[in-house]
């Protein structure tokens, strides 16, 4: 059977064998977290404790603000140390709450109704929205703004990324195997928020453990969602990729998924749906993969938000004493990190620690191969986005619709030439906007 | 602000910047933006690539026709990276040999020469290819025309004689016996060569283009490991086959038949290894397709109606100034674009 997939894109090395076959290990309640008041994208959630308040697992430290935004609970049990400005993972200051833990946890859950099959489609979205859910894949756009289309814009079509393109990481893949009734109960609820009844599960062929698994449970709980091998390729876990690869439809520029009827939601975000909605927590932990040739033990860790790095790192081992280079993300897309002291939050998918061995890249000239022509994804020009940029002709830019870029990294993962043609259109797409 | 003038005011004291590093409890951390994989393409890996794909032809040449093509072909690299050397220094650039095109120009101009081609036209010619082909638009990746091809042309303008005086291989006949290539004795004698010798090479003609067989064990290997785009090649034999059989089939009497049109002359190395040139080629691959369509068509006209027998180079160079115009009128249709 020929595997359906999506056009150009790249073939990087997966290094997924660090840790795909270690199971998800629970960490213990840290001693303290920090927990930023901006891990979704939109507006900084606004706080509701001060310094010296007791609060629970669970319980709301920092409310909505406006309607694209995301509520933030507290991810122990203990007291507001301070609420103050902490290096955040994403490379800035940012503010944070600090807590001490006190005692071992106290949860403090949200209302939820007997059985979710009888509630309504706005008090499951109320739920979500409580506790906090965000996209886990990465990109963290609040959930509940996701599962409210605005009218006008019929979805017929519901896909579960459980592609997980990028290299190292295997939280998802893990939680597909470990958590795989819960992730489907999660898609279930899903869908019943959003009235449709085509359910995909996108899941790449080397994953095939993950894939016969879901399969086997899909037909012993008797769902109809479809599970569909897509073979190997990055970016394949960008949405539009995604929904092209499944169902052929393409999101038109500027647009989004819900413009051509589908919703993707990421496995661990329909994995945190499924444990709001059925046992009212709050999302304050999620499966994180600490990996790399830089880290002793690479692993699969369900640990709380707001855990140092530090502490996650401990927990893996420690690291390799010749580790350079830790980051948050996959290596595609992946932020640097200059400390091990910021703390995970909603969006960490995984931290790689890396040996580097070769820290000077040499530039050379474009010698126009097009090799970043034919990978790009979104057909774009990276070389000439990437020149236009470098010479300040931002006007030239919209022209290209460089805005459609989605700063994948592929082209720069092929140039023979290693010119920086993302980092030129991050500032190209900066300017021209 | 007081601690600003401080620093300011204090004389900087000269630290050992590791020392930093040095300290227990502190790693030297990276910071850099994604992606943080790369693959292992690079220039210096397709330029070894291409080198060794010309091996086989560049060998049977020197097998076929002596030392002389060996004296030739290193008088033609050491002056073509001489040439790069100079301009350099006389610019005030830092001199890169590294990643050795200079040594892919100097090879592809002298494996397109006669083979008793004159030693001091080797110098002109690789001078001319470097200096006007490839310097003066800016060096690596700014040249228009293939740097090698336009030496070639410079060559052909310049020794009009020596450029159409063809020794034939040591095999075929005694030492140093000129006779003419198969497309010459065709357009002017109107003798067929068999197809057999055009293959295996031992025919009249360039030092790196005799041997079709060879040249495509090479010119396989660059497609297969990427280092060439497939479409050029493909486009424009498949065009020179479709378009010479199509004249062969309405007048058999006077057209070669097309197999005798792909093997003979340097279609195939220039096919694999000139048209390819990724600098002077397009970037887009619907451009790809029309750039060797176009050398194709071009090819041909020269081959059957103008007056010269091959028209390889000129096909090629021809291409190589449209190419600007085919990227702008290529360019892919973005993801989600909707056709107006």
């Known amino acids: 059977m020929k595997l ?45 404790v001060k310094k010296k308040d007791e609060v629970k697992t669970g319980q709301i430290i920092a409310e909505t603000d406006g309607f694209i935004s995301s509520t933030v609970h507290s991810p122990i049990t203990g007291k507001v140390k301070a609420i103050d400005e902490f290096d955040h993972p994403s490379g800035v200051r940012a503010k944070m709450i600090h807590i001490k833990k006190t005692v071992d946890d106290e949860w403090e859950l949200i209302d939820i109704p007997k059985n979710w099959k009888d509630a309504t489609k706005n008090e499951l979205i109320e739920i979500i929205k409580k506790a906090g859910i965000v996209g886990l894949g990465g990109a963290a756009f609040p959930t509940q703004v996701k599962l409210s289309p605005p009218k006008g814009k019929p979805i017929d079509s519901f896909i579960l990324n459980g592609v997980e393109c990028e290299p190292f990481l295997t939280a998802d893949h893990r939680m597909m195997l470990e958590y795989t009734d819960k992730v489907l109960t999660g898609m279930a609820i899903t869908m019943k928020i959003l009235g449709v009844k085509n359910g995909y599960i996108g899941i790449e062929d080397n994953k095939p453990d993950a894939i016969s698994q ?71 932990e999620r499966v994180v993969t600490v990996t790399g040739d830089g880290v002793k033990e690479p692993k699969n860790i369900l640990a709380r938000i707001g855990t140092t790095f530090k502490e996650l790192l401990e927990f893996s081992g420690g690291l390799k004493d010749e580790t350079n280079h830790i980051y948050m993300g996959g290596p595609m897309m992946g932020v640097s990190q200059h400390s091990i002291s910021v703390p995970m939050i909603k969006a960490t998918s995984g931290i790689v620690c890396s040996i580097e061995k070769s820290v000077n890249v040499k530039v050379s000239p474009c010698i126009r191969c097009g090799t970043c022509v034919r990978v790009c994804p979104i057909n774009l020009i990276p070389t ?50 | 602000m007081e601690e600003k003038s401080k620093t300011t005011n204090v004389k900087p004291k000269k630290k050992d910047p590791r020392a930093k590093l040095k300290k227990p409890n502190r790693i030297p951390m990276l910071l850099k933006s994604s992606p943080h994989l790369r693959s292992d393409y690079s220039i210096e890996k397709i330029m070894r ?150 293959i295996l090479g031992n025919i009249g003609g360039t030092i790196g283009e005799t041997s079709a067989l060879v040249i495509l064990i090479g010119g396989i290997f660059i497609l297969i490991k990427k280092y060439a785009d497939w479409r050029i090649p493909l486009s424009y034999i498949g065009t020179v086959f479709i378009l010479g059989g199509l004249f062969w089939l309405i007048n058999p009497a006077q057209y070669p038949n097309p197999f005798f049109h792909i093997f003979a002359g340097g279609l195939m190395l220039g096919a694999f290894f000139m048209a390819t040139d990724m600098v002077t080629s397009p970037i887009t691959t619907k451009g790809s397709w029309i750039f060797g369509i176009g050398a194709g068509i071009v090819l041909i006209t020269i081959r059957l109606l103008g007056g010269l027998p091959e028209g390889v180079m000129y096909s090629i160079i021809f291409m190589n100034g449209l190419v600007p115009l085919i990227n702008r009128y290529t360019r892919p249709k973005v993801f989600g674009e909707v056709k107006k």
């Open chain 1, 4 to 48: 359906s997939t999506f056009k150009n894109g790249i073939h990087p090395k997966s290094f997924k064998h660090f840790s795909n076959r270690k199971k998800i290990e629970e960490m213990q309640v840290p001693e303290e977290v920090f927990v930023p008041l901006q891990q979704h994208i939109g507006k900084l959630a606004k706080p509701i």
């Open chain 1, 214 to 284: 879901i399969q086997k449970r899909v037909m012993d709980l008797n769902y109809d969602f479809k599970v569909i091998p897509l073979k190997l390729k990055y970016p394949q876990g960008a949405e539009k990729m995604l929904i092209d690869a499944i169902l052929k439809r393409k999101v038109p520029i500027g647009g989004l998924p819900m413009d051509v009827g589908v919703v993707v939601n990421n496995v661990g975000t329909v994995f945190s749906i499924y444990e709001a909605v059925t046992e009212g927590k709050a999302l304050v």
């Open chain 1, 384 to 433: 000439k986005l990437s020149r236009l940029s470098e010479l300040s002709k931002y006007d030239e830019l919209g022209k290209y619709e460089i805005q459609s870029c989605i700063e994948c990294g592929s082209c720069l993962y092929s140039c023979p030439s290693n010119i920086p043609l993302v980092q030129w259109i991050r500032v190209g797409k900066l300017k021209s906007h």
């Open chain 2, 49 to 198: 690539g291409v080198l060794l794909a010309l091996l086989p032809t560049t060998v049977l040449g020197v097998i076929f026709f002596g030392w002389y093509a060996l004296l030739m072909i290193f008088v033609g690299i050491v002056s073509c990276v001489l040439t790069e050397l100079i301009f350099n220094l006389v610019s005030g650039k830092k001199f890169k040999l590294t990643d050795g095109t200079s040594v892919l120009t100097g090879l592809l101009l002298v494996l397109t020469l006669p083979p008793s081609f004159p030693i001091p036209g080797v110098i002109l010619g690789s001078v001319v290819a470097i200096f006007v082909g490839k310097m003066i638009f800016g060096g690596l990746g700014y040249n228009i025309f293939n740097p090698a091809l336009l030496g070639r042309a410079f060559l052909q303008a310049s020794y009009p004689v020596k450029m159409t005086t063809w020794t034939l291989p040591k095999y075929v006949g005694a030492d140093a016996i000129t006779g003419a290539t198969p497309l010459g004795l065709f357009k002017f004698e109107h003798i067929m060569t068999n197809i057999k010798p055009l």
